[in-house]
């Protein structure tokens, strides 16, 4: 279990160092890595994490903080790496103490410098909540916590040729200069000469490497030795930064001029850099639009960037001296405003493509961008609040799936506590924070909310904004308990608005709500003609979301009709659709469904498993009803035939090691295995 990153590249040297680090996790349970920039920290956490798995019964998990500039979404960053997607009103650091407080687990915060005291403040609460947890952490100075050990981690090995530093120079050269004969001894004295210059930085020498394509290492040296003679004030570089300085100043100068423009325009990204998002953010002036996908790959293939999956992620050390660059040329604020502009227009364009086939896409695409999401709204809220109230939003649905809850909240409540105009990007905020405030279990602030969303979508005469609030007030109303209530707001407002939902999405979002309702009444018949008629419509339109819920009340209906074969085939289709739209809650609500349609067909182990490993998503949601409020009893009534079923120690045995594992592989067997016979 984890989330450790994928390096392609391989890991040189450092035993020493492991051996030391893996001692002292042994005997400390919060370790922080120290050292310069470009140093090989980062590595050499990944790797001590990849080596300990076995030692950590639940996993070791990976928080990359090098995007965050202050505390705002430490805790929730922190949550996302460990897969916490809590749905519930508390704390974000109390979801994330809970979460952590009976499992074993390693957890690596990478790149704490920026935010060094509120990462000591929140190791200190989760070490205190949490017995089983181990914290690796990297930073360049210690974070100052209580019990924490420091191990610096210095330079790789340099000057003799068996040195670490030179392993590296010849491992990497094998990759840019494969033709090269490092066994020749000028070029193997070059080789150790240029690591020797280079104080052993692992990110140096591979900058340094890079150069091969056009250079002998000779050559390199000579200009290496240059440059490095130009600098010699130490009290203003100390050795080993003016080393890594000067080697990323020497990449920079030998990047082509639109390279260079490219780099410094790159810095205001924050997550992974998808093609088509550099070149709407950073073409302009002399980088000509088509000139960028190949510019991309030009620095990937000088290690400025580095390639993962389908874009580019540059390295925090790389990203500063890019930012540093952004600032001269007088940029920063054009770049970072065009940033957060096209960021918005990614979640209005989203949100405009909701319903229809390429709804998956995007839920993807606005998971995939929340880190620059963010920071496009932290941007918008100070220089053009409107916008970011239009974004915010958009944004709402997918990140209520996605399980950013705590950041949606936080966002919408910001921008609506501002005196913004009123009119359908209000009512959207409104609805957005409504939605996110009643999966929260927060339903009387939600219901305040909705009312106002309701007075708001009533001043704007659009049908859309005004099923926008009934969504968002027959909601609340059927997660409070209140289903006769949800059917009349939503009924009514289906009767008012009988256009099509191509013109007015949430209709169908409010048919959800009618179709819910409806079977908490006990109205079955009717509930089932409501499902094929959300069926068929979601089909038509090519959407995921609606049709899985009309998958779980299909299987509802089916269950409480002694069908359970039919039961179990919805709930699997269901559950698909969840996955693929990566929603959390909705996964949780198809696998109790799926352990009740295999628990009524006798086989009580196969249910305890999937109720075991539903456990884990309700977990990791944190929901405190577990849906709606008259699912608990019939989920009773479902554990007990499978307890008969199986037997008390078998039941209980399925579920614990079900509930103990992975939610992902859970998931899959669930999702792959049909009823054993």
Partial sequence: MGNLPVVTTSFVGRDSELVRVERALRDHRLVTLTGSGGVGKSRLALRTAERARERYAHGVWWADLSHLHDEELLATTVCDGVGLLDHSHRRPVAALADWLSDRTLLLVLDCCERIVGPCAQLVAELLAAAPGLTVLATSREPLGAVGELCVEVPPLSAGDDGDDAVRLF?????????????????NAAAAAEICR?????????????????GSSPQEITARLTSRMENLTDDTVWP????ALRTTIGWSHELCAPLERLLWARLSVFRGVVMAPDAEAVCAGGPLEPAAVAPALERLADQSVLRRTGDGYRMLDTLREYGAMWLTEL???VLISDRHARHFAHVAVQAYAGWLGPSQVLWYHRIADTHADLCAALDHLLSEDPEMAMEMAGCAGLFWSCCGHLHQARSYLERVLALPLSTGPHRTRALWALGITLTLQGDHESASRVGEECRVSAEGDGDPETVLLATHSVSFTYLMMGRPLAAYSVSDRAL?????????????????????????????????YEEAMRLQRISLRFGEHWARAYADHQLAL??????????????????LAGKHELHDSLGIALGLDLLAGAIAAQGNGVAAARASGTGHTFWRMVGHPHRGTPELGAIREQWELRARQAAGDSAYELAYRRASAGDAERGLAHAL???LPG
Avoid at 171 to 184: G, K, T
Avoid at 201 to 211: F, G, N, Y
Avoid at 557 to 573: C, D, K, N, T, V
């Fill in 170 to 186: 010849r491992e990497r050269a094998a990759a840019v200069a494969p033709d090269l004969a490092l066994d020749d001894p000028l």
């Fill in 197 to 213: 210059r280079l104080d052993g930085i692992p990110l140096a020498v591979e900058l340094a490497c890079v150069q091969l394509r």
């Fill in 239 to 242: 050795r080993r930064h003016r």
């Fill in 330 to 332: 007088g940029e920063d």
């Fill in 495 to 527: 009767l008012d608005h009988p256009g099509d939902p191509a013109d007015a999405p949430s209709q169908l979002r409010c048919r959800v709500i009618r179709l819910f309702a409806l079977s908490a009444l006990g109205r079955l018949d009717e509930a």
């Fill in 557 to 574: 209906i089916h269950l409480l009709q002694g069908r359970p074969r039919h039961a179990e085939s919805h709930a699997r289709a269901m």
């Fill in 672 to 674: 792959e295995r049909g």
